[in-house]
């Protein structure tokens, strides 16, 4: 079994920033790459940001500046800093992962439940 949980969900003003955390925990050999979706009402969920296991980022252009992705390989958690929040940034985030669950297996992809984030203008 695997869990990925997601934390840092909130309120925030235009401007404001916060910071995403997500953990993978269960039965994992190894964890390839980790990265952040969003969903906002009405719309199709999109990549916000993706980091590999050796650290190599990439963001969509609507967040490049603004959010930063990280990942702690020893902890298995991902992160997402947010700064200059603006109000189009409000949706449910989620996190994603492809994990390995044994040294026979390959990669499969495991979603978080996802945290919402609003943005108030």
């Known amino acids: 079994q695997v869990q990925l949980v997601e934390s840092g969900g909130g309120l925030v003003q235009a401007g404001g920033s916060l910071r995403l955390s997500c953990a993978a925990s269960g039965s994992i050999f190894s964890i390839n790459a980790m990265g952040w979706y969003r969903q906002a009402p009405g719309k199709q969920r999109e990549l916000v940001a993706i980091i590999t296991s050796a650290g190599i980022t990439n963001y969509a252009d609507s967040v490049k500046g603004r959010f930063t992705i990280s990942r702690d390989n020893v902890k298995n958690t991902v992160y997402l800093q947010m700064n200059s929040l603006k109000p189009e940034d409000t949706a449910v985030y989620y996190c994603?992962?492809?994990?390995?669950?044994?040294?026979?297996?390959?990669?499969?992809?495991?979603w978080g439940q996802g945290t919402q984030v609003t943005v108030s203008s």
């Open positions: 994603n992962a492809d994990i390995r669950r044994s040294i026979m297996g390959g990669y499969f992809g495991y």
